[in-house]
């Protein structure tokens, strides 16, 4: 039974999506506030985490941010903002997905699904005897540990599963429709922003955002590469 | 011999520089009239003018030189009139003067010795006769000649040269003493010829005596006044000149200054420096033009500051509306799957209840986001993430993602044959909505195809039609189409939708530079028309492009 932090300040939504996530067999916990979820998230252990955006106190953004620096866990984001600019932000603060309000049960439910899916896909895709290295970057797909210039690099679960993909083949170009359909398993004709912000939390933890990128390369008008150098 | 033949010679004068000044009036009217003819024969001149004008570098025909040329020639002209007319006056008065005074004295001079030479005069009487008219006036540079048929008596030299047949023959004709002025060895000089007459009680006129006087008297004083006349106006007119252009100067600064602090000004303004003002300085037309553009930038500052208070007004409903909608309906809809399986174990009155909740739930969830997007492209907040993409592979993609490739017919170009520069959700949304309108209000088969059209050699376009072989489009409802909440169901099966998905869909292709069209066809049924830029050029996957409106 997946655990799931839901952390959501309006009462009725609330009260709404977790009796909607019992409903589809989750073990919900919800947090009204973001202290209370950042508090509660070591005690609760949840799977996944669904975060509303817009919190009193600690925003929502600030919380996916605090969750990340010491927590890999998967963080769908749930916006009542659906400017491009908000999804993009929520995005680039460390959400591995987002849904914009108001959003069926069922979408939210497959969405969680999906999430801890790749995370469990993340392990199998990454059987392999040993760590490889590609210059200062040593990926070690057995462990799913990453390490940049000899120091770990904490890396959320949709960026580890983009990293995977794309040094999986060094040199091939992957459109951001590959990659969103073998990231984030999105089944429909889905959203690039959540390619390019990955991409770009990615490049900031390789320490290469600004200049000529040595790992993620941009292939103008196609997609993403792995330099292979 | 008296004073009535004086006044007639100097009639005679007078009558010849009025026929001058008559010739002259005369060919100023042939000049006017010459002008009169240029200018009705068209714009000829006028046009030729302004192709010079056109032709002219612009600091030649800027307002400094232009004002610089109009005051010279102001200047010139005036004093030169001014001069012309001066000189004329003062010119004929010093000569007249001068040739009364000589013609006076000399007439009394030869009254005087008329009296006592002979009739007949023998050559020894002409030489008395001029010697006596020449006592009579000496120290005057006189020449004097007498003359009786072939006989004559000069003193102190021969002046016949300086005689002209016409004078001569004017004194020989006539009763009145006649002058001329010559110019002889680059000296001018007057030459007077007084016949002498003697009264007969018989006849009223008197009568020629054959005898006559002549005299040549140098006239260089005259004419240095004359020359002097001539510098002063050269000098005058110089002098006008000089200070026309200063002033032309000085005014052309007086206009240009507060006009380059305007054109200053208006290209501030027209980057977005709203707040810019001119000094007013004086009480003239300048002045007031300041004060103008004063009060224009102020009103225009004022105007921008309400539409942005306007706009910042309306971005912040939208974003209030869309928040405190979302909220409840967030809510409603996290709970419409649970209301729905749980419906049929209800009793059948609570599980319509139910069911009519959960359809109201969603249908309010899609039109709230609807509105949301209509919303964000009034605010100008959308923005294009272009991507260069295969535009047929895409549209694929859209009838894959919802199971409706099976129920439309495609007619597109092989894969990576056609690419372009789109934003790839919003071509998403656009054939999403018409696809999805064919199918839900029109009747199969439904036709998916796409083509290239080339407008000019660098200029091309997708063509996307979708057509249907329903009752399509009422007519009337053909203008309004596109428009918001506008709903053409009446002709066509019920809608569910809310009259937002083709304004919608209109704006995402209107924000890609496209155009997109609704028609009937012939043969039955609708066909929309979405027409795409196609745009190869400067590829970059991560622009993001400003909403257009």
């Known amino acids: 039974m997946p655990r799931v932090l839901l952390v959501e300040d309006d009462p009725d939504v609330r009260k709404a999506v977790q009796l909607a996530l019992r409903h589809q067999g989750h073990d919900v916990f919800a947090a009204a506030t973001g202290e209370e979820g950042l508090e509660r998230l070591r005690p609760f252990r949840p799977d996944v985490v669904v975060l509303d955006l817009m919190l009193p106190g600690i925003s929502g953004l600030d919380v996916c941010r605090r969750i990340r620096d010491r927590d890999q866990v998967p ?34 439910d497959a969405r969680i699904r999906a999430v801890l899916r790749r995370q469990d896909a993340s392990v199998s895709v990454a059987v392999r005897p040993r760590a490889e290295a590609h210059g200062e970057l040593v990926i070690d797909r057995a462990g799913l540990l990453v390490s940049h210039r000899g120091e770990r690099v904490a890396l959320a679960p949709s960026e580890l599963r983009l990293l995977l993909t794309l040094s999986a083949s060094p040199g091939q170009v992957f459109s951001r429709q590959q990659l969103l359909e073998a990231v984030w398993e999105h089944s429909y004709h889905g959203d690039i922003r959540l390619v390019d912000a990955c991409v770009k939390r990615l490049r900031g933890k390789l320490g290469e955002l600004g200049g000529d990128p040595r790992y993620i390369q941009t292939v103008r008008g196609f997609g993403y590469r792995f330099g292979s150098s | 011999m008296s004073g009535p033949r004086v006044a007639r010679a100097r009639k005679t004068v007078r009558k010849r520089d009025a026929v001058r000044n008559r010739e002259v009036v005369g060919d100023r009217e042939v000049v006017r009239n010459h002008e009169a003819v240029a200018a009705g024969e068209g714009r000829g001149p006028v046009r030729f003018l302004r192709a010079v004008l056109a032709k002219t570098p612009l600091p030649l025909r800027g307002l400094r030189p232009r004002l610089v040329v109009a005051f010279a020639l102001v200047a010139v002209v005036s004093a030169l009139s001014t001069g012309a007319l001066a000189f004329r006056e003062a010119r004929t008065g010093v000569l007249q ?19 006592y030479t002979p009739l007949p005069p023998r050559r020894s009487d002409l030489e008395t006769a001029v010697n006596q008219v020449l006592r009579a006036n000496q120290s005057q540079g006189w020449q004097v000649m007498a003359t009786y048929g072939s006989l004559r008596a000069f003193t102190p030299g021969d002046i ?8 001569r023959r004017s004194v020989g004709t006539h009763r009145a003493a006649v002058f001329q002025r010559v110019n002889a060895d680059g000296h001018p000089y007057l030459v007077v010829g007084m016949p002498v007459t003697y009264d ?6 008197p009568r020629l005596s054959g005898f006559a006087m002549y005299l040549v008297v140098p006239q260089n004083t005259e004419q240095a006044y004359v020359q002097a006349m001539v510098g002063g106006i050269e000098r005058a007119t110089l002098v006008a000149l000089c200070l026309a252009v200063v002033l032309a100067l000085l005014a052309a600064g007086g206009v240009l200054r507060p006009v380059r602090a305007l054109r200053r000004a208006t290209r501030r303004m027209a980057e977005g420096h709203l707040d810019i003002r001119l000094a007013v300085n004086g009480s003239d037309e300048l002045a007031d033009l300041s004060r103008s553009f004063n009060d224009t930038a102020a009103a225009l500052e004022r ?7 306007l706009e910042a007004r309306a971005r912040r409903f939208a974003a209030d509306v869309s928040h405190e909608l979302r909220t409840p309906l967030a809510a409603m809809s996290a709970v419409t799957d649970v209301l729905d399986e ?35 492209f009034d605010a100008g907040a959308v923005r294009l993430n272009l991507d260069e993409v295969d535009l047929a592979e895409s549209v694929r993609r859209t009838l894959v993602a919802r199971g409706w490739q099976g129920r439309v017919e495609t007619r597109l170009p092989r894969p990576g044959t056609l690419r372009t520069r789109v934003d790839p959700r919003r071509l998403d949304v656009v054939m ?94 609708s066909v929309f028309t979405v027409e795409l830029p196609l745009r190869r050029e400067s590829p970059d996957t991560d622009e993001t492009t400003e909403g257009a409106r």
């Open chain 1, 75 to 108: 963080i769908i984001m749930v916006t009542a903002k659906g400017d491009d600019i908000d999804v993009v932000v929520g995005l680039e603060a460390g959400a591995d997905d987002y849904v914009v309000k108001p959003v069926q049960a069922r979408v939210l």
């Open chain 2, 97 to 115: 003067q001068s040739q009364d005074s000589v013609i006076r004295q000399f007439r009394t001079s030869v009254d005087a010795v008329a009296v």
């Open chain 2, 160 to 167: 016949s040269d300086k005689l002209s047949p016409e004078l």
């Open chain 2, 200 to 205: 007969t009680s018989e006849e009223k006129e």
């Open chain 2, 303 to 309: 105007s921008v500051a309400e539409l942005r208070r």
């Open chain 2, 342 to 376: 749980n419906a049929p174990h209800l009793d059948q009155e609570t599980g319509d209840a139910l069911r009519l909740v959960s359809e109201g739930t969603s249908r309010l969830s899609v039109l709230v986001e609807d509105l949301m997007e209509i919303s964000r």
């Open chain 2, 432 to 525: 999403a909505n018409l696809v999805g309108n064919a199918l839900r209000h029109g009747a199969p088969p439904v036709r998916l195809t796409m083509t290239v059209r080339e407008e000019r050699a660098d200029v091309s376009w997708a063509v996307i039609e979708v057509t249907d072989s329903g009752p399509g489009i009422a007519e009337e409802a053909m203008p309004h189409i596109f428009e918001r909440f506008y709903k053409a169901s009446t002709a066509r099966t019920r809608s569910e939708s809310s009259g937002l998905g083709l304004a919608i869909t209109a704006e995402n292709v209107y924000l890609h530079g496209g155009r997109v069209s609704a028609a009937n066809r012939p043969e039955g049924g």
